[in-house]
């Protein structure tokens, strides 16, 4: 039995999910090949109750303007469709970068009018003794830098800005 297959990337990692059925609150699928089966129940419009292995756990789907995201104990992983964009079906990248989670920035490694890099570092920031780089979504040009080492700063604020390279030729 074949489902819908999507190409997904949570946090900084890419990952292949099969929903292989989803009836009566009960989802299977596959992530990277590996089955596996949950109990999902809709506590509220934005709380999800799963139960895998045994094991209950609830999330939180947070949707930011153009992005989702799911909270479960404080961190807070951005959810992005991957097969959209591959498939030139969807929005252009953002023009922006924000923290997936509430952190401490702890280094700037961009000033305005740096040319950037799809995938290069640009802000450190740091949550619960876990330090994450957030990365060019995009080649481009930093137009802004909003965050200073020692901010605190949280979901969908917005950090750098940046536009667009015109032409490559340019």
């Known amino acids: 039995m074949g489902g819908k297959k999507f190409h997904i990337r949570v946090a900084e990692q890419e990952h292949q999910l099969e929903v292989i059925s989803f009836a009566n609150g009960r989802l299977q699928a596959r992530i990277d090949g590996e089955e596996i089966q949950a109990e999902c129940r809709m506590v509220s419009p934005d709380l999800v109750r799963l139960t895998i292995a045994g094991r209950r756990e609830q999330v939180r789907l947070v949707r930011l303007e153009n ?11 951005p959810i992005e469709s991957l097969s959209q964009k591959r498939a030139g079906q969807g929005k252009s990248l953002p023009s922006e970068v924000t923290p997936p989670m509430p952190a401490t920035v702890v280094k700037v490694q961009v000033v305005p009018g740096d040319q950037v890099s799809r995938g290069q570092g640009l802000i450190v920031v740091s949550a619960m003794k876990m330090e994450v780089i957030l990365k060019s979504p995009k080649d481009g040009v930093a137009r802004e830098v909003l965050a200073r080492v020692g901010d605190q700063v949280s979901p969908g604020q917005v950090l750098v800005t940046f536009e667009e390279e015109q032409d490559a030729g340019q």
């Open 67 to 77: 992005s989702w995201q799911v909270a479960h104990r404080g961190c807070h992983l």
